[in-house]
């Protein structure tokens, strides 16, 4: 029998794992901060949790075990970081200007920036995201375009050549990317290699693109590469990511802005 059946957190190992939740990947110091305990305290937890397997440690920090994120369904996707990834959509709406003209790709933060935009006038949103067309269908100023083609069940997304050809009409001003997880080489991953031809046509349709991700995905792999944080002009998260991307990001004239 392992360690994670016979062994239960105690309160402060509990919420030391509630604070990983809820920001996806946090600094061994902040949690200090947060729990008011020592950080040979935070270490020792850390330390037994990662055992556990219901901790995953990188330098400095801790995230979620790297595997939930990608065997999850799309609800249990769409409940992990909640909070976060609400927050990163509250920050991303507000910086949107009115009027805009916009492409949203596929993935729970994309969706919650989605729910946010309910409350902007004078929108114009291009999506092959079921979800994100549902969300937005019951907003009276804001148009929304759907590209057709073949139904993913996954992520009730839209694919394939005729899915290109439609974006390919369209030049917006921003486009919204998910990603699976980030590579420490600055590609953007996804399980999916069909999923590359929808993101590089919204890249090349949009005056910029923007990138919507919590921070567990930084550093997360992923089987193919269907873009690069080269290609984005902004990224949204709600905690700093680990080494070595603030370094990357500050190179490529990157924006980063963490959500408050």
């Given at each position: 029998m392992s360690l994670a059946t016979t062994w239960s957190p105690n309160p402060r190992q509990q919420a030391l794992l509630d604070e990983v939740k809820t920001r996806g990947a946090v600094s061994v110091?902040?949690?200090?901060?947060?729990?008011?305990?020592?950080?040979?305290?935070?270490?020792?937890?850390?330390?037994?949790?990662?055992?556990?397997?219901?901790l995953t440690r990188f330098h400095g920090g801790v995230s979620l075990p790297r595997e939930a994120p990608s065997a999850g369904a799309w609800k249990e996707r769409q409940a992990?970081?909640?909070d976060a990834k609400a927050r990163i959509a509250r920050s991303v709406a507000a910086a949107i200007p009115e009027g805009s003209t916009l492409m949203l790709g596929i993935g729970t933060t994309v969706e919650a920036v989605?729910?946010?935009?309910?409350?902007?006038?004078?929108?114009?949103?291009v999506t092959h995201n079921l979800h994100v067309a549902s969300l937005l269908s019951e907003h009276t100023q804001c148009k929304v375009h759907v590209a057709g083609g073949m139904l993913r069940n996954r992520d009730s997304a839209m694919e394939?050549?005729?899915?290109?050809?439609?974006l390919q009409q369209f030049k917006v001003d921003i486009a919204l990317l998910?990603?699976?997880?980030?590579?420490?080489?600055?590609?953007?991953r996804d399980r999916d290699l069909r999923e590359q031809a929808v993101?590089?046509?919204?890249?090349?349709?949009a005056r910029e693109s923007w990138l919507v991700a919590?921070?567990?995905?930084?550093?997360?792999?992923?089987?193919?590469?269907?873009?690069?944080?080269?290609d984005c002009k902004r990224v949204f998260t709600q905690a700093l990511p680990p080494a070595p991307f603030p370094k990357l990001l500050q190179e490529w004239d990157i924006a980063l802005t963490i959500a408050p």
């Open positions: 110091e902040r949690l200090a901060q947060r729990l008011d305990v020592t950080m040979q305290t935070v270490r020792r937890d850390v330390q037994r949790l990662a055992e556990a397997g219901l992990l970081y909640a989605a729910r946010e935009l309910v409350h902007k006038p004078g929108l114009t949103v394939g050549d005729s899915t290109v050809e439609y998910g990603t699976l997880g980030i590579d420490p080489d600055g590609s953007l993101t590089q046509a919204m890249v090349a349709q919590d921070v567990s995905k930084f550093g997360q792999p992923g089987l193919a590469q269907v873009a690069h944080l080269r």
